[in-house]
C-alpha cells in the first residue's frame, strides 16, 4: 500500500482511505456482518486511515468501528487511523438541528467519541461544519487543547472556505481540509485547493464517486430506500439523472478502453489530481461491502498519463454535472460554497 501524508504536519496514512458512513446511515440498511468484515479486509489490504463522524447513525458508526477494530489483529489496530467529525446535532427522530462549535462542546463530543471507538485518542478531529455561531478560532482553539492533553493527535478542517482554513491555520497546525472532489464536484480547484497547498494542508476527498452516481453500478430505474438521502439529493432527481448518468456512460468508454472499471478511474482521477495541483490528495471510498472495497484498490494500479486524462476531460468535463451535491438547506451550512 502505497502512503500519503497528510500535509507537512499530519500523519502518514495509506493512499486510499475508507469512509464508514454508509455502514450506518443515510444509504438505507446496511449489513453490519458485512460491514465489520469489509472494515477488516481494508486493513488487511493496508488501508490505515478509518473516517467516520460521531453523528453517523448516532454513534453507530463509531460503535461499528469500536467493534471492528477489537476484532482486528494486533498490528491491524496498531496501524489504524481514526479521522473524526464532530457538531452536527440531531434530534431524536434524527432529523438535523445545527452545528455545535463551542470550546465545551468539542471537548464533549470527543468524551463520547473515545468511550465509543473505544481507543485513547483520535488521530484527526474536525467540526463537520462551521458552527456560524462561533469563531473558527474557539472551536479550533479547543481541539488544539485536546492535543495537548494527548486525546486528539491531528487537527482538521472539514467543508470549509480558503478563508475559513487560513484563519483556522493561524490558531494552530491543520492537517487536512476534508471536502467532497470528484470529477463532478470540482469547486476546490479554483481558490481551496491552492490554498491549502499554500498553507501545507493536505486533501482528505470523500464523495469520489458522488454517491455512487458516478461508480458505474448506479442506474436510472433503481429504487432508493426511504431513508437513503440520495432519494433527495438534487443530482440524483429526474433530468439531472438522466444527464448525470450520460456522463458516466462517457466515461465507461474510457474505462473499458483503459480495462478498468468505472470507479476505478473515477478513484484514480481523484488521485492524479494530487500530482497535477503538488498537493496531498487522498481519497475516502465509501465501500460497504468487500467486493465493492475489492474494486476501488484496484485503483491503485491503475495509471492515468496525459493523453487519458484529457480523454476523461473529455467524457466529464468541468461543471457537466447537473445540479447541486445537497439539497439547498444543507448547502447553506457548506462554508467551503460560500
Same mark, same amino acid.
Given at each position: ?36 468484515? *469489509? ?12 473516517? *467516520? ?28 487511523? *481514526? ?45 463537520? $461544519? ?44 491543520? @492537517? ?9 464536484? $470540482? ?7 491552492? *490554498? ?13 464517486? @458522488? ?30 439523472l438522466d444527464r448525470n448518468l450520460d456522463l458516466v456512460e462517457a466515461l465507461r468508454k474510457v474505462a473499458e478502453h483503459q ?28 465501500? $460497504? $461491502? ?49
Open positions: 500500500m502505497r502512503t500519503r501524508t497528510l500535509g507537512t504536519t499530519g500523519p502518514q496514512v495509506s493512499a486510499l482511505g475508507l469512509g464508514c458512513m454508509g455502514m450506518s446511515a443515510l444509504y438505507g440498511e446496511a449489513d453490519r456482518a458485512e460491514s465489520i468484515a *469489509t472494515i477488516h479486509a481494508a486493513l488487511d489490504a493496508g488501508i490505515t486511515l478509518l473516517d *467516520t463522524g460521531d453523528f453517523y447513525g448516532m454513534g453507530h458508526n463509531e460503535l461499528l468501528i469500536g467493534e471492528a477494530l477489537r476484532g482486528a489483529s494486533a498490528s491491524a489496530r496498531e496501524k489504524a487511523l *481514526t479521522s473524526v467529525k464532530f457538531g452536527a446535532l440531531r434530534d431524536p427522530d434524527g432529523d438535523w438541528a445545527g452545528y455545535d462549535g463551542r470550546p465545551a462542546a468539542v471537548k464533549n463530543f470527543a468524551a463520547y467519541s473515545l468511550q465509543r471507538l473505544g481507543v485513547d485518542h483520535v488521530d484527526v478531529y474536525r467540526i463537520a $461544519r462551521l458552527d456560524e455561531n462561533v469563531p473558527v478560532e474557539e472551536t479550533v482553539g479547543a481541539i488544539a487543547e485536546l492535543v495537548e492533553a494527548g486525546h486528539v493527535r491531528h487537527i482538521g478542517m472539514s467543508e470549509v472556505g480558503a478563508d475559513t482554513l487560513r484563519r483556522a491555520a493561524a490558531v494552530a497546525p491543520i @492537517s487536512d481540509l476534508q471536502i467532497e472532489y470528484s470529477l463532478i464536484s $470540482r469547486g476546490i480547484e479554483d481558490e481551496i485547493l491552492p *490554498t491549502a497547498k499554500e498553507l501545507g494542508i493536505g486533501i482528505t476527498a470523500y464523495g469520489v464517486l @458522488s454517491r455512487g452516481l458516478i461508480s458505474g453500478h448506479f442506474t436510472r430505474d433503481r429504487q432508493l430506500a426511504a431513508n437513503d438521502f440520495r432519494g433527495m439529493s438534487p443530482r440524483f432527481q429526474g433530468e439531472n480495462g478498468v472499471s468505472v470507479a476505478q478511474i473515477a478513484i484514480a482521477w481523484v488521485m492524479a489530481q494530487g500530482e497535477r495541483f503538488g498537493a496531498d490528495i487522498v481519497p475516502l471510498v465509501g465501500a $460497504r $461491502r468487500r467486493d465493492r472495497l475489492a474494486e476501488a484498490l484496484g485503483a491503485l494500479d491503475v495509471t492515468l498519463d496525459a493523453r487519458d486524462l484529457a480523454a476523461i476531460e473529455a467524457a466529464v468535463p468541468a461543471g457537466a454535472a447537473a445540479g447541486e451535491r445537497y439539497p439547498a438547506a444543507q448547502m447553506a451550512h457548506l462554508d467551503s460554497e460560500h
